[in-house]
């Protein structure tokens, strides 16, 4: 008997109405991978408080909105998150663009029963040289240590939701607090998480060009010093949260 599921996408979004529609058509192309499945679908934007027209970008999509006023990235995952009807969620940031192939690979990965959660290798739509450096790094502790990217996680949902999703306290770095406590309960289940890496994920790398290597240096160094506190502080986390576009 063929496997039949439901697959909730949900993009996070705090004033993305330019790269939005870009990502949206992204989706709902690498969609056709689980339409392939027969399984059905649907996607959530969640408009964390926006400023600008990101939901009218969503709802002129036809996907669903929802709306989260206190403007953490956390919260609007979770709200997302909260208004699914799937049985399993996929994350997507909304300057991120899937490919059908790694939605395939998502699928296979559901399909095989093993697996609880994962991610994938990230790539940049641009490079500079602080993207030739950050990169690979980054690539290879996600495959080392399993680190989920917050651009791109699927889990399933019921386990979502039983270890309460992403933490409340954090407003960077919730994804590895999440994959810490992701793969504490892959150990129980003996289950595995996965980071697939035949087709990357493509995502903006505007942050990279709106900040400098100080920026991100001060906050490494301001997290160190602090023991993670800074970590819970939007101000020191204004690189996620200043609006900046």
């Not at 395939?104 to 990965?109: F, K, N, P, R, T």
């Not at 999703?165 to 892959?186: I, M, P, Q, Y």
């Not at 060009?209 to 502080?233: A, P």
Request: glycine share 6%; with cysteine; proline share 2%.
């Amino acid at each position: 008997m063929a496997l039949h599921l439901k697959i909730s996408i949900v993009i996070p979004a705090y004033n993305e109405e330019k790269l939005l529609p870009d990502t949206l058509r992204s989706v709902q192309a690498a969609c056709a991978a689980l339409d392939a499945r027969g399984w059905e679908r649907e996607i959530i934007v969640c408009d964390n408080n926006s400023t600008d027209g990101t939901a009218a970008v969503a709802r002129a999509a036809g996907v669903t909105v929802v709306f989260e006023p206190i403007n953490q990235i956390s919260r609007a995952r979770n709200t997302g998150a909260a208004a699914t009807t799937g049985d399993w969620l996929v994350f997507v940031d909304a300057d991120s663009f899937p490919s059908v192939e790694l939605f395939q690979e998502v699928a296979d990965e559901i399909a095989g029963g093993q697996t609880l959660a994962g991610g994938c290798l990230l790539k940049f739509d641009a490079s500079n040289k602080l993207a030739a450096q950050f990169v690979p790094l980054w690539n290879w502790l996600s495959r080392c240590i399993r680190w989920m990217a917050g651009s791109f996680i699927f889990c399933e949902t019921s386990v979502f939701r039983q270890i309460g999703g992403f933490s409340l306290e954090l407003f960077a770095s919730e994804e590895l607090d999440l994959s810490r406590r992701l793969k504490a309960e892959a150990r129980r289940m003996k289950r595995k998480i996965v980071i697939l890496h035949k087709h990357p994920l493509v995502t903006s790398s505007r942050k990279l060009h709106l900040y400098t290597l100080g920026d991100y240096f001060s906050l490494f160094w301001k997290t160190i010093i602090r023991r993670g506190r800074s970590l819970k502080d939007r101000k020191d986390c204004y690189i996620w949260y200043d609006g900046r576009r």
